[in-house]
């Protein structure tokens, strides 16, 4: 997990409350991705960046939002937490321009109840 | 879009005993692919990648995986299962994004 940092590691929210979860990587690389895990359905993408400035939806988008003003930092926002939303959160980067392997964050716990 | 399927959700081996977990992809163009484990309460570690050249790919402890084009698949295997290989196992690939499939959890009898 070298290098990927998230915070917080757990937080319980109310339901239509917002909040952000932060992702930071000191590695200079362009590509981070968001994702989500929950129980059997392995990860599912939610937004990806390929550099400072450009972010794409994914999989799973819907309830969510995230900027890219700088290399470092990829936040996620949830604007109205709903209980659909508790979940694993996992932020990651891409290992260089041609390997595609992805370095993992240690994970946010988010339970909305 | 690419995506990746994984059709056995649970598979319970013997110690000992070989492992093959199964992965199908959807792509255009080559794929590169990826094996990830993932431990309780833990991240995700790579286990090995595809990119091109040889289809038989290693990767660390003990793992490997066969890239099959005609088949879409790219399967891993282990020719003798150690009880701490119990975990989640992962395929992915990669695009500018990476899907990943559902996931194949492993249990391993004593």
């Known amino acids: 997990n070298a290098g990927v940092t998230q915070t917080p590691k757990f937080r319980i929210l109310k339901i239509g409350q917002s909040m952000t979860l932060q992702c930071t990587q000191d590695m200079n690389h362009n590509y981070m991705y968001w994702y989500r895990q929950d129980p059997g359905m392995g990860l599912k993408l939610i937004y990806y960046?390929?550099?400072?400035?450009?972010?794409d939806k994914g999989e799973v988008p819907n309830g969510y939002n995230v900027s890219r003003s700088t290399t470092e930092d990829f936040p996620l926002r949830l604007e109205l937490a709903a209980p659909s939303q508790t979940s694993v959160y996992f932020c990651?980067?891409?290992?260089?321009?041609?390997?595609?392997?992805?370095?993992f964050g240690e994970g946010s716990r988010l339970t909305v109840l | 879009a690419q995506s990746v399927t994984q059709p056995d959700i649970h598979i319970t081996v013997s110690e000992g005993a070989s492992l093959e977990l199964r992965c199908n992809y959807s792509y255009g163009a080559t794929p590169y692919l990826f094996w990830y484990v993932q431990s309780p309460g833990q991240g995700l570690q790579l286990l090995l990648k595809y990119f091109s050249g040889d289809t038989l790919v290693q990767g660390i402890k003990g793992f490997e995986a066969e890239f099959k084009r005609s088949q879409s698949s790219f399967n891993l295997r282990k020719p003798s299962v150690h009880w701490s290989d119990a975990a989640e196992y992962f395929c992915?690939?990669?695009?500018?994004?990476?899907?990943f499939g559902a996931g194949t959890r492993l249990t391993v009898k004593p």
């Open positions: 990651a980067i891409r290992g260089g321009t041609n390997t595609g392997e992805l370095f």
């Open positions: 960046s390929v550099g400072a400035g450009i972010t």
């Open positions: 992915a690939v990669v695009d500018n994004d990476m899907r």
